[in-house]
Protein backbone atom coordinates (compact mmCIF):
# COMPACT_ATOMS: atom_id res chain seq x y z
CA UNK A 1 0.00 0.00 0.00
CA UNK A 2 1.42 3.22 -1.20
CA UNK A 3 0.96 6.46 0.71
CA UNK A 4 1.03 9.92 -1.06
CA UNK A 5 1.79 13.06 1.29
CA UNK A 6 1.39 16.01 0.09
CA UNK A 7 3.36 19.03 1.70
CA UNK A 8 1.85 22.15 1.00
CA UNK A 9 1.20 26.21 2.42
CA UNK A 10 -0.46 28.06 0.13
CA UNK A 11 2.38 30.76 0.92
CA UNK A 12 6.22 30.79 -0.46
CA UNK A 13 9.49 30.43 1.81
CA UNK A 14 7.63 28.93 4.57
CA UNK A 15 9.44 25.73 4.52
CA UNK A 16 7.86 23.23 1.99
CA UNK A 17 11.08 21.98 0.53
CA UNK A 18 12.95 22.06 4.08
CA UNK A 19 9.72 20.27 5.24
CA UNK A 20 9.90 17.73 1.84
CA UNK A 21 13.39 16.45 2.84
CA UNK A 22 13.47 16.17 5.87
CA UNK A 23 9.84 13.99 6.02
CA UNK A 24 11.05 11.78 3.21
CA UNK A 25 14.64 11.26 4.52
CA UNK A 26 13.18 10.31 8.05
CA UNK A 27 10.47 7.98 6.65
CA UNK A 28 13.35 6.09 4.75
CA UNK A 29 15.81 5.92 8.04
CA UNK A 30 13.05 4.15 9.09
CA UNK A 31 13.05 1.39 6.60
CA UNK A 32 10.09 2.61 4.48
CA UNK A 33 11.20 2.62 0.54
CA UNK A 34 10.06 6.86 -0.33
CA UNK A 35 10.16 8.49 -3.23
CA UNK A 36 10.31 12.61 -3.26
CA UNK A 37 8.91 14.80 -6.47
CA UNK A 38 9.85 18.23 -6.69
CA UNK A 39 6.15 19.94 -8.46
CA UNK A 40 7.44 23.26 -8.74
CA UNK A 41 8.06 23.30 -12.11
CA UNK A 42 10.21 25.61 -13.51
CA UNK A 43 12.07 26.36 -10.34
CA UNK A 44 13.53 22.86 -9.37
CA UNK A 45 14.97 23.35 -5.41
CA UNK A 46 14.19 19.92 -3.80
CA UNK A 47 17.59 18.38 -5.99
CA UNK A 48 19.68 20.96 -4.15
CA UNK A 49 18.20 20.72 -0.68
CA UNK A 50 18.84 16.55 -1.29
CA UNK A 51 22.39 17.48 -2.91
CA UNK A 52 22.20 15.65 -5.72
CA UNK A 53 21.58 18.42 -8.15
CA UNK A 54 24.44 17.59 -10.32
CA UNK A 55 22.92 14.20 -10.84
CA UNK A 56 20.02 15.39 -12.46
CA UNK A 57 19.46 13.86 -16.17
CA UNK A 58 15.73 13.12 -16.92
CA UNK A 59 13.36 14.93 -15.09
CA UNK A 60 9.41 14.25 -13.82
CA UNK A 61 7.86 16.07 -16.82
CA UNK A 62 10.03 13.80 -19.01
CA UNK A 63 8.39 10.68 -17.60
CA UNK A 64 5.24 12.21 -17.81
CA UNK A 65 5.70 12.88 -21.63
CA UNK A 66 7.50 9.86 -22.24
CA UNK A 67 10.83 11.14 -22.91
CA UNK A 68 12.47 9.03 -20.18
CA UNK A 69 11.46 5.67 -17.94
CA UNK A 70 10.95 6.63 -14.66
CA UNK A 71 13.75 4.23 -13.86
CA UNK A 72 15.53 6.40 -15.66
CA UNK A 73 14.53 9.85 -13.69
CA UNK A 74 14.10 8.35 -10.32
CA UNK A 75 17.91 9.45 -8.78
CA UNK A 76 18.68 7.07 -5.83
CA UNK A 77 19.56 9.62 -2.41
CA UNK A 78 23.40 9.07 -1.37
CA UNK A 79 23.07 8.39 1.81
CA UNK A 80 19.81 6.00 1.98
CA UNK A 81 19.10 3.03 -0.61
CA UNK A 82 15.69 2.95 0.04
CA UNK A 83 15.23 6.99 -1.10
CA UNK A 84 14.95 8.49 -4.10
CA UNK A 85 14.47 12.14 -5.57
CA UNK A 86 12.51 13.04 -8.67
CA UNK A 87 13.40 16.57 -9.93
CA UNK A 88 11.56 19.34 -11.25
CA UNK A 89 11.60 20.33 -14.86
CA UNK A 90 13.15 23.77 -15.57
CA UNK A 91 10.62 24.09 -18.65
CA UNK A 92 8.61 27.65 -18.44
CA UNK A 93 5.62 25.92 -20.02
CA UNK A 94 3.24 25.63 -16.80
CA UNK A 95 0.81 23.03 -18.56
CA UNK A 96 3.98 20.70 -18.80
CA UNK A 97 2.02 18.18 -15.75
CA UNK A 98 -0.99 16.98 -16.49
CA UNK A 99 -3.53 15.27 -14.02
CA UNK A 100 -3.15 12.36 -16.40
CA UNK A 101 0.61 12.05 -16.66
CA UNK A 102 1.02 12.85 -12.62
CA UNK A 103 -1.91 9.63 -11.97
CA UNK A 104 0.46 7.51 -14.14
CA UNK A 105 3.61 8.30 -12.36
CA UNK A 106 2.44 7.75 -9.57
CA UNK A 107 0.24 4.33 -10.09
CA UNK A 108 4.09 3.16 -11.65
CA UNK A 109 5.25 4.54 -8.55
CA UNK A 110 2.87 1.98 -6.44
CA UNK A 111 3.93 -0.48 -9.20
CA UNK A 112 7.34 -0.06 -8.27
CA UNK A 113 6.97 -1.18 -4.23
CA UNK A 114 7.08 2.28 -3.02
CA UNK A 115 6.17 2.85 1.00
CA UNK A 116 5.63 6.39 0.41
CA UNK A 117 5.49 9.37 -2.22
CA UNK A 118 6.50 12.50 -0.52
CA UNK A 119 5.31 15.19 -3.01
CA UNK A 120 6.73 18.71 -2.58
CA UNK A 121 4.15 21.53 -3.59
CA UNK A 122 5.06 24.73 -5.41
CA UNK A 123 3.56 27.92 -3.31
CA UNK A 124 0.60 29.62 -4.47
CA UNK A 125 -2.88 27.99 -5.32
CA UNK A 126 -2.22 27.65 -8.83
CA UNK A 127 -1.87 23.81 -11.28
CA UNK A 128 1.27 22.79 -9.88
CA UNK A 129 -0.24 23.47 -6.42
CA UNK A 130 -3.79 21.42 -7.53
CA UNK A 131 -1.37 18.47 -9.38
CA UNK A 132 0.77 18.29 -6.05
CA UNK A 133 -2.46 17.84 -3.54
CA UNK A 134 -4.94 16.51 -5.97
CA UNK A 135 -4.07 12.67 -5.28
CA UNK A 136 -3.06 12.56 -1.96
CA UNK A 137 -3.36 10.54 1.58
CA UNK A 138 -1.89 13.02 3.61
CA UNK A 139 -1.29 16.29 3.72
CA UNK A 140 1.33 18.29 5.67
CA UNK A 141 0.51 21.76 5.47
CA UNK A 142 3.35 23.91 6.54
CA UNK A 143 2.95 26.95 8.32
CA UNK A 144 4.89 30.02 10.12
CA UNK A 145 3.45 31.70 13.28
CA UNK A 146 2.94 35.05 11.12
CA UNK A 147 -0.62 36.51 9.62
CA UNK A 148 0.15 35.90 5.95
CA UNK A 149 0.86 32.30 6.40
CA UNK A 150 -1.92 31.05 8.93
CA UNK A 151 -4.33 32.76 6.60
CA UNK A 152 -2.71 31.41 3.60
CA UNK A 153 -3.22 27.47 5.19
CA UNK A 154 -6.85 28.17 5.88
CA UNK A 155 -7.41 28.30 2.18
CA UNK A 156 -5.19 25.34 1.74
CA UNK A 157 -6.58 23.76 4.33
CA UNK A 158 -10.12 24.39 2.52
CA UNK A 159 -9.19 23.21 -0.51
CA UNK A 160 -7.79 19.69 0.69
CA UNK A 161 -10.79 19.51 1.32
CA UNK A 162 -13.03 20.40 -1.49
CA UNK A 163 -10.78 20.16 -4.79
CA UNK A 164 -8.90 16.61 -4.59
CA UNK A 165 -9.66 13.29 -5.67
CA UNK A 166 -10.47 11.72 -2.17
CA UNK A 167 -12.88 14.95 -1.75
CA UNK A 168 -14.50 14.93 -5.21
CA UNK A 169 -15.20 10.95 -4.95
CA UNK A 170 -16.65 11.48 -1.85
CA UNK A 171 -14.01 9.07 0.08
CA UNK A 172 -12.07 9.03 3.38
CA UNK A 173 -11.20 12.67 3.49
CA UNK A 174 -7.86 13.58 3.34
CA UNK A 175 -5.51 13.51 6.81
CA UNK A 176 -4.57 16.73 7.65
CA UNK A 177 -1.26 17.31 9.38
CA UNK A 178 -0.09 21.29 10.04
CA UNK A 179 3.41 21.49 10.89
CA UNK A 180 4.53 25.14 12.34
CA UNK A 181 8.22 25.77 11.38
CA UNK A 182 10.35 28.74 12.53
CA UNK A 183 8.67 28.91 15.89
CA UNK A 184 10.78 31.32 17.85
CA UNK A 185 9.55 30.17 22.18
CA UNK A 186 11.26 33.02 23.11
CA UNK A 187 9.70 35.75 20.74
CA UNK A 188 6.12 33.82 21.95
CA UNK A 189 6.76 34.34 25.80
CA UNK A 190 7.64 37.80 24.93
CA UNK A 191 4.18 38.34 22.94
CA UNK A 192 5.63 38.83 19.92
CA UNK A 193 4.79 35.87 17.91
CA UNK A 194 2.04 33.89 18.00
CA UNK A 195 2.03 30.62 19.94
CA UNK A 196 1.54 27.38 18.89
CA UNK A 197 -2.11 27.33 20.79
CA UNK A 198 -3.38 30.86 19.10
CA UNK A 199 -2.47 29.15 15.21
CA UNK A 200 -4.28 26.18 16.56
CA UNK A 201 -7.19 27.90 17.89
CA UNK A 202 -7.83 30.17 14.85
CA UNK A 203 -7.33 27.12 11.98
CA UNK A 204 -8.98 24.58 14.32
CA UNK A 205 -6.67 22.13 13.83
CA UNK A 206 -3.96 20.69 16.27
CA UNK A 207 -0.16 20.77 15.22
CA UNK A 208 1.61 17.03 14.37
CA UNK A 209 5.17 18.95 14.88
CA UNK A 210 6.56 22.39 16.10
CA UNK A 211 10.23 23.25 14.19
CA UNK A 212 11.92 25.90 16.17
CA UNK A 213 13.45 28.26 14.05
CA UNK A 214 16.95 27.01 13.75
CA UNK A 215 20.63 28.46 12.05
CA UNK A 216 21.05 24.91 11.37
CA UNK A 217 18.50 24.74 8.79
CA UNK A 218 20.21 27.51 6.65
CA UNK A 219 23.89 25.91 7.08
CA UNK A 220 21.76 22.08 6.22
CA UNK A 221 20.30 23.93 3.01
CA UNK A 222 23.83 25.13 2.32
CA UNK A 223 25.74 21.88 2.68
CA UNK A 224 22.14 20.07 0.55
CA UNK A 225 22.10 17.98 3.28
CA UNK A 226 18.68 17.92 4.65
CA UNK A 227 17.89 19.14 8.19
CA UNK A 228 16.83 16.27 9.98
CA UNK A 229 20.13 14.42 9.56
CA UNK A 230 21.55 17.10 11.79
CA UNK A 231 21.78 15.32 15.17
CA UNK A 232 22.87 18.70 16.26
CA UNK A 233 20.27 20.67 15.74
CA UNK A 234 17.01 20.88 17.39
CA UNK A 235 15.23 21.23 14.20
CA UNK A 236 16.61 18.08 12.95
CA UNK A 237 15.06 16.24 16.66
CA UNK A 238 11.85 18.14 16.27
CA UNK A 239 11.34 16.97 12.06
CA UNK A 240 12.33 13.37 13.77
CA UNK A 241 9.53 13.52 16.50
CA UNK A 242 6.83 14.92 13.46
CA UNK A 243 7.97 11.90 11.14
CA UNK A 244 7.33 9.68 14.29
CA UNK A 245 3.81 11.12 14.62
CA UNK A 246 2.89 11.23 11.29
CA UNK A 247 3.70 7.40 11.15
CA UNK A 248 1.33 6.87 14.57
CA UNK A 249 3.68 7.11 17.36
CA UNK A 250 3.05 9.04 20.41
CA UNK A 251 5.64 12.01 20.91
CA UNK A 252 5.25 14.96 23.25
CA UNK A 253 5.95 18.80 21.63
CA UNK A 254 9.63 19.32 22.38
CA UNK A 255 11.38 22.65 22.33
CA UNK A 256 8.65 24.97 22.93
CA UNK A 257 10.25 26.33 26.28
CA UNK A 258 11.89 29.74 25.78
CA UNK A 259 15.75 29.23 26.00
CA UNK A 260 17.29 31.29 29.15
CA UNK A 261 20.37 33.15 28.43
CA UNK A 262 23.16 32.93 30.91
CA UNK A 263 24.36 35.58 32.59
CA UNK A 264 27.41 36.30 30.16
CA UNK A 265 25.36 36.36 27.21
CA UNK A 266 22.54 38.32 29.18
CA UNK A 267 25.28 41.37 29.73
CA UNK A 268 27.37 40.81 27.15
CA UNK A 269 25.02 39.72 23.62
CA UNK A 270 25.23 36.81 21.62
CA UNK B 1 20.32 40.63 24.76
CA UNK B 2 23.26 42.70 25.57
CA UNK B 3 24.01 46.35 27.42
CA UNK B 4 23.53 47.53 23.94
CA UNK B 5 20.27 46.36 23.69
CA UNK B 6 18.84 48.64 26.71
CA UNK B 7 19.47 52.14 24.34
CA UNK B 8 17.10 50.09 21.18
CA UNK B 9 13.21 49.88 22.15
CA UNK B 10 11.64 46.95 22.40
CA UNK B 11 9.01 45.86 19.76
CA UNK B 12 5.28 46.28 21.43
CA UNK B 13 3.63 43.00 22.19
CA UNK B 14 1.85 42.28 18.79
CA UNK B 15 1.27 38.97 19.17
CA UNK B 16 -2.41 39.60 20.57
CA UNK B 17 -3.54 42.06 17.35
CA UNK B 18 -2.03 39.16 15.57
CA UNK B 19 -4.86 36.58 16.39
CA UNK B 20 -7.43 38.70 16.88
CA UNK B 21 -7.12 40.03 13.38
CA UNK B 22 -6.89 36.35 12.03
CA UNK B 23 -9.91 35.36 14.36
CA UNK B 24 -11.67 38.09 12.31
CA UNK B 25 -10.84 37.10 8.64
CA UNK B 26 -10.63 33.73 8.61
CA UNK B 27 -14.23 33.43 9.74
CA UNK B 28 -15.28 35.56 7.89
CA UNK B 29 -13.61 33.75 4.42
CA UNK B 30 -14.52 30.28 5.37
CA UNK B 31 -18.43 31.32 5.34
CA UNK B 32 -18.00 32.60 1.54
CA UNK B 33 -15.52 29.54 0.91
CA UNK B 34 -17.37 27.04 -1.52
CA UNK B 35 -20.15 29.44 -2.60
CA UNK B 36 -20.48 30.86 -5.60
CA UNK B 37 -17.81 33.45 -7.08
CA UNK B 38 -20.27 36.14 -7.35
CA UNK B 39 -20.70 36.52 -3.42
CA UNK B 40 -17.91 39.39 -2.53
CA UNK B 41 -19.64 41.38 -5.38
CA UNK B 42 -22.78 41.03 -4.33
CA UNK B 43 -21.65 41.84 -0.82
CA UNK B 44 -20.19 45.28 -2.29
CA UNK B 45 -23.29 46.10 -4.41
CA UNK B 46 -25.55 45.49 -1.45
CA UNK B 47 -23.49 47.79 0.29
CA UNK B 48 -23.53 50.55 -2.33
CA UNK B 49 -27.35 50.41 -2.01
CA UNK B 50 -27.74 50.29 1.64
CA UNK B 51 -25.17 53.54 1.84
CA UNK B 52 -27.37 55.40 -0.07
CA UNK B 53 -30.19 55.34 2.70
CA UNK B 54 -28.15 54.80 6.01
CA UNK B 55 -24.30 55.21 6.32
CA UNK B 56 -23.13 51.86 7.54
CA UNK B 57 -19.33 50.37 7.47
CA UNK B 58 -18.06 47.48 6.10
CA UNK B 59 -18.22 45.01 8.64
CA UNK B 60 -21.68 45.93 8.84
CA UNK B 61 -22.93 43.84 5.89
CA UNK B 62 -22.82 39.86 6.69
CA UNK B 63 -23.32 37.47 4.27
CA UNK B 64 -23.89 33.58 4.92
CA UNK B 65 -24.28 30.75 2.36
CA UNK B 66 -25.76 27.28 4.48
CA UNK B 67 -26.50 24.38 3.09
CA UNK B 68 -29.19 22.38 4.19
CA UNK B 69 -29.74 18.53 3.02
CA UNK B 70 -30.47 19.48 -0.40
CA UNK B 71 -31.25 23.26 -0.43
CA UNK B 72 -28.58 26.33 -0.03
CA UNK B 73 -30.07 29.19 1.68
CA UNK B 74 -28.42 32.52 1.72
CA UNK B 75 -28.58 34.79 4.24
CA UNK B 76 -27.77 38.18 4.43
CA UNK B 77 -27.57 40.88 8.05
CA UNK B 78 -26.85 44.20 7.71
CA UNK B 79 -25.92 45.49 11.18
CA UNK B 80 -27.70 49.13 11.15
CA UNK B 81 -25.92 52.17 13.05
CA UNK B 82 -26.89 53.88 16.42
CA UNK B 83 -28.54 56.27 16.41
CA UNK B 84 -31.70 58.06 14.26
CA UNK B 85 -31.86 56.89 10.73
CA UNK B 86 -30.82 59.06 7.87
CA UNK B 87 -33.27 61.52 6.75
Known amino acids: MTEIIVVTSGKGGV ?5 SASLATGLALEGKKVAVIDF ?31 KQALIKDKRHENLYVLAASQTRDKDALTQEGVEKVLDELKAEGFDYVVCDSPA ?16 VVVVNPEVSSVRDSDRILGLLSSKTRRAEKGETPIKQHL ?13 EM ?38 NSNAGH ?13 RPLRFLEPVKKGFLKRVFGG | MGILDFLKR ?25 G ?52
Do not use: W
Open chain 1, 15 to 19: GKTTT
Open chain 1, 238 to 250: AYKDTVARILGQD
Open chain 1, 124 to 139: GIEKGAHLAMYFADHA
Open chain 1, 179 to 191: LLTRYNPNRVEAG
Open chain 2, 36 to 87: PDYLPLLRNELLEVIRKYVNVDVEAVNINLERDSGHEVLELSVALPDGKPAP
Open chain 2, 10 to 34: KPEPSAGVAKERLRIIVAQERSTRG
Open chain 1, 194 to 231: LSVKDVEDILGISVVGVIPESENVLAASNAGVPVILDD
Open chain 1, 40 to 70: DVGLRNLDLIMGCERRVVYDFVNVVHGEAAL
